[in-house]
């Protein structure tokens, strides 16, 4: 699964409301047979984000966790042995304590936990208990008995499943409405969201177009920095990046995505949608 499509899940979204909340543990358990190294470099992009809804998989630092190059987040891994060495444990432990490069945190993921030995996760066990306030740790396991009680007991278990953790198709309203971003007439895209009024959808509603084509105008963004763009959206990113700048891409990102937290708000549908329909044809 890409880390787009995930983003899409409603795993992701207790995600990002446990970032919003500034609960998002420093130690998980990504189990299951989902897709947990994409759920994990989600959660890393969630504690390195600089924006007010994390991740935005938009700004900076989010686009370096995506492509695997934040000096901040790492992947703890032996390619010399079968199992990881107690001394690549002990240099992580060590490095742990140096603090972050650029990020708010420094994230190191075990993306197979089968390869730590007791030893190796007896020497964890203290760093993850006492560790220095801006470390995360996040443990990669089908089966979490694979790692140690003690372990395990420290830790906040995130579950994953394919049947549930799919990512579906874009929403017919979000392709809709980033179709009228990238090609539409300012007429049209006026008339699209007053349509909208018309056909009394609900702020739910609302949240979850807003958050669609947000979804969509990262995508096109991400693929302009050699990001893999899931193939379903290739035609509107593509069109996206083609007619608008980055500059106006990330512009309209952030509104679309400060109009996903308008929604929560006690405002009426209609003049969510107004302020809305003014603000875009700013950013555009």
């Known amino acids: 699964m890409e880390l787009l499509d995930f983003a899409k899940t409603d795993t992701a979204a207790r995600l990002r409301a446990a970032a919003k909340r500034g609960a998002l543990s420093h130690a998980l358990i990504f189990s299951g047979s989902g897709d947990r190294v994409s759920a994990a470099r989600y959660a890393a992009a969630a504690m390195e984000c600089t924006a007010e809804s994390k991740p935005c998989l938009a700004c900076p630092a989010c686009r370096k966790v995506m492509q695997d190059i934040h000096p901040d987040v790492t992947f703890v891994r032996d390619a010399e042995h079968k199992e990881l060495s107690i001394d690549t444990v002990r240099a992580m432990r060590a490095d742990a304590f140096i603090r972050p490069n650029e990020g708010a945190r420094k994230v190191y993921i075990f993306e197979d936990c089968t390869i730590l030995t ?167």
Do not use: H, M, W
């Open 118 to 284: 007791e030893k190796d996760q007896n020497v964890l066990l203290k760093l993850v208990e006492e560790g220095p306030a801006y470390a995360a740790f996040f443990f990669c396991a089908e089966n979490p008995a694979v790692l140690l009680q003690t372990i395990r007991s420290r830790c906040v278990e995130v579950k994953l499943s394919p049947t549930v953790e799919e990512g579906g198709a874009p929403d017919e309203r979000a392709l809709e409405l980033a179709r009228l971003i990238a090609e539409g007439s300012r007429a049209s895209r006026a008339a699209f969201l007053a349509k909208l009024e018309t056909q009394k959808v609900t702020r739910d509603d609302l949240s979850s177009l807003f958050e669609g084509t947000r979804l969509l105008l990262s995508s096109a963004l991400l693929g302009q920095y050699g990001v893999s763009v899931p193939e379903r959206d290739l035609r509107i990113a593509r069109s996206l990046a083609s007619r608008l700048t980055k500059a106006k891409l990330l512009g309209t990102i952030d509104l679309l995505q400060d109009y996903r937290n308008k929604c929560t708000y006690n405002v009426g549908v209609g003049p969510t949608l107004g302020g809305f329909a003014v603000e875009l044809e700013e950013t555009l």
